[in-house]
């Protein structure tokens, strides 16, 4: 790993013959010299480098002063397959309101934060891998890539909850992953022949097999003015109109 003094950074990042010579002396003399070979490489941004339009996270973008830097940086990061940074997807909460990791920060009676109380889940059921499945099938890694990009597999990772997991473990939690994300549609749940719908927990010690909240719709349903039938009311008044013209 190579890494920049602080105080260099502002000369640096203000002269490209200051950087190129930085780089020849730190980077490219080692890699003519001692075969090195770089296959990677981390760009550190901080929180700093957003901003909000109406204060709330959800208006969140980069810093106006930086925004097509930022934008080219990371489009770079994209086009070059370089590994973006996941280890800050939770910020210390799951998507249920657990919290990932026991911290005391003196605020209550316990000492420790609280989780989200009053959580509904959906059905108890998973999407797993078929145990008929071959895992030389062509169509495995296409259909887990497909999962984990579309879906949550940082817990898959190496050291992470979910890292000692088998093959058939990796490919059963990405397609869980994928499914649950989809509120558990069975549609959700079809990998070329691969896949199934189970209700057993295929929880595997401490990697646990997650299950989706209940999807909330209170927003829509206040625009619609009812509780029941908000967007189905919607939606039959809309085919109403268009069969009408």
Known sequence: MVGIPNDMLASLASSMKAAEKWVAKNVSTHISSNNVNISK????????????SNGLPSGGDF??????????IVKFL??????????????????????????????????????AQGVHYLEKKWCVMKPSANLDDPQV?????????LADCTSLGYGTTCGNLDARG???YA???????HNQLSSACKFANLSMITKNDPTVGSCTF??????YYGGAERIFGCLQKPLGFAMVHILFLLTSL
Not at 41 to 52: I, K, M, Q, R, T
Not at 141 to 149: K, Q, T
Not at 175 to 181: D, E, I
Request: glycine residues 8%.
């Open 141 to 149: 890694a296409p259909s887990v890539s497909y999962a984990c990009g």
């Open 78 to 115: 994209n086009d070059n397959s370089a590994p973006l940074p996941n280890f800050e997807r939770h910020w210390g909460y799951l998507l249920d309101g657990r919290p990932k990791y026991q911290l005391n920060l003196g605020a209550t009676n316990s000492g420790s934060v609280v989780a």
């Open 175 to 181: 397609f869980n992953s994928y499914y649950q994300k």
């Open 41 to 52: 490489g981390d760009c550190p941004l901080n929180a700093d480098v957003y901003e909000s």
């Open 210 to 215: 997650e299950i989706m909240i209940q999807p």
């Open 63 to 72: 810093r106006a002063d930086i925004h097509d830097l930022m934008l080219a």
């Open 170 to 172: 990796n490919i059963s």
